[in-house]
Structure formats: structure tokens, C-alpha cells
């Protein structure tokens, strides 16, 4: 289970335990069931992203790309598992929750949890055209804010990717797509 060694991005070196920090089987669990979060957004017609944000050993949200459902640019993953977090703890502060997403969270998305005092961010596949969080931007260590996240990437990178891959291949195959400007991130 553990065989593959993941790379990982220290938010802020101060805060580092000096652990070598490793995906657990938690982790993995997790990720997997963010991924299955995805597959509903595909089912949708959505672009498939899945999040869970975990406090204290329990699910407290959880989210999926809805975008096109919902007619509204907000709604990815992300900021939907926040809001359900946040309702169901009556806090806007996360403290001490863990956020797993299926792909790098973008600008609208690492704002969000910076805003929500997520700690620990957990991504999949990476984003090398709108990724906020390693790629293009490195907002969780920029020490112009005033509040910094852990994040580490790749848990179930390839499965991650290869669902936005699938995605983007059939909806090229059908050509029923009107959003030319929604481009694969995977690629
Ligand atoms: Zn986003």
C-alpha cells in the first residue's frame, strides 16, 4: 500500500515537526472516498473533483464539482465541502481539519481555506494550468499572509488524474461540450 514514495510541499518550515511525514492509511481511505465524490461530479457532467475535509477521526464535509448544475463558478469541490464543514461544526474557523481533494486547489479554492484556517491540505493530481497550490501559485507558504497551510500532493495521483483524463477524452469524443475554454488540467 505504502510502496510508492509521494513528494511533498512543506507549507512553512517553522511548523514542521521535522517529521518525515507519510500518507497514512487514513489518508488513502480518505482519498479514495474523495475520488468516489469525483466520479459523482462526472456522472453530472461535471469536471471530476472530489473533496473531504476530516476533523478528529469523522467526515465533517464533504464536496463535489457543481458548476455546471448549479450555474455558478463558485461551486467546486472545495468550497462546497467548507460550507458543509462549517455548517456542521457552526464555526468558520476549521481548525484542526484535513482537507482532501482530488486536484490542486485553484486561486478561488487555496482563498478559501486560507479564509477557513484549514491546517492540512491533501491533494491528488496536480494542476499545471490553474493550481494554486505548488503549480502556478504557492499560496499556502506565502509569508505575506497571515496564516499558512501544510500542504502535501500526490495520494493517489495517477487514479486522480486519470479520471479527469477519462473525462476529458470522452467529452472531446462526444463534442457536445459549448465550454471550449475548459480545459483538461491533467494534460
Ligand atoms: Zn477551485
Known sequence: ???KPFE???ADPS???GEDEKFTSDDEMYMTQAL???KKAA???EVPVGAIIVANGQIIGQGWNLRETNHCALEHAEIMAIKEASIKTNAWRLI???LYVTLE???MCAGAIYQSRVPHVIYGAADPKGGACGSLYKIHEDTRLNHRFLVQ???LAEECAELLKRFFRQRRLSSASKDSNDSDPAE
Do not use: F, Q, R, Y
Open 8 to 10: 511533498k510541499i512543506v
Open 153 to 155: 500532493k500526490g495520494l
Open 1 to 3: 500500500m505504502m510502496s
Open 15 to 17: 511548523t514542521n515537526t
Open 96 to 98: 484542526g481539519a484535513k
Open 105 to 107: 486547489p485553484c486561486l
Open 43 to 45: 456522472i453530472l457532467g
Open 36 to 38: 468516489e465524490l469525483a
